[in-house]
């Protein structure tokens, strides 16, 4: 049975960092493509950040770009998204997601095979 599981979320004020964490298990994480997409309240769930299965290639929302990184540990069946400089707008459940294409780097979450139950983000002062 697949479980990804994120921590990381919490409470940070306007200008400030969190590094995200997804652990998997499972499945034979080194061969997926990860994935971070987030949710807000009354708001369709969007993608944030890709990366391929062997770490040489990425993909950020324009939302993202230039303030988060995703990142990923094989040894460790851990993918992870810091972001920095965060806004009010980031504020949404940030969920992690397996693709077992691993060499796609896919923007449509109906395209990922696994999911997290998510873990909180709130960017205010």
């Known amino acids: 049975q697949v479980h990804l599981v994120e921590s990381g979320g919490g409470l940070v004020q306007p200008g400030g960092s969190l590094r995200l964490s997804c652990q998997a298990s499972?499945?034979?994480?080194?061969?997926?493509?990860m994935g971070w997409f987030r949710q807000a309240p009354g708001k369709e769930r969007e993608f944030v950040a890709a990366?391929?299965?062997?770490?040489?290639?990425?993909n950020y929302a324009d939302s993202a770009k230039g303030r988060f990184t995703i990142s990923r540990d094989n040894t460790k069946n851990t993918v992870y998204l810091q972001m920095n400089s965060l806004k009010p707008e980031d504020t949404a459940t940030y969920y992690c997601?397996?693709?077992?294409?691993?060499?796609?780097?896919?923007?449509?979450?109906?395209?990922?095979?696994?999911w997290g139950q998510g873990t909180q983000v709130t960017v205010s002062s």
């Open positions: 499972g499945l034979t994480f080194r061969v997926h493509a």
């Open positions: 997601a397996a693709d077992r294409l691993g060499s796609i780097l896919r923007t449509d979450p109906s395209r990922y095979d696994y």
């Open positions: 990366i391929n299965w062997s770490d040489d290639n990425t």
